[in-house]
């Protein structure tokens, strides 16, 4: 039985970004590490934000034969994830 792993790359896309907004919007444990203290979620929050756009790039790069929608779409979500917190935690990169 094989997966498809794009599908699979847009689950985990919006569920990112649902994750990111409940972050957001209902903060729940406090950690703190590096003399911050910042909320749980945060942490795999942050890491599915460095890595599935990594991972979506990759996917594209290696197969440029096969046009498939549910990468790019995860890629527009994660950048829109990317967006978001970088508003929230004052970043001014764009």
Same mark, same amino acid.
């Given at each position: ?10 689950? #985990?896309? !919006?569920? &990112?970004?649902? $994750? ?5 919007? @209902?903060? /729940? ?11 749980? #979620?945060? !942490?795999? &929050?942050?890491? $599915? ?5 990594? @991972?979506? /790039? ?18 527009? $979500? ?5 967006? @978001? ?10």
């Amino acid at each position: 039985m094989k997966r498809d792993l794009s599908k699979v790359y847009l689950g #985990l896309s !919006i569920f &990112t970004l649902v $994750l990111m907004f409940w972050t957001l919007f @209902f903060p /729940m444990h406090l950690v703190q590490m590096w003399n911050l203290e910042f909320d749980f #979620l945060w !942490i795999p &929050t942050g890491i $599915l934000i460095l890595f599935l756009p990594l @991972f979506g /790039m990759a996917k594209i790069a290696t197969n440029r034969e096969d046009w498939n929608m549910n990468y790019w779409i995860g890629i527009v $979500l994660n950048l829109t994830t990317m967006l @978001f917190i970088f508003r929230h935690l004052k970043i001014e990169w764009l």
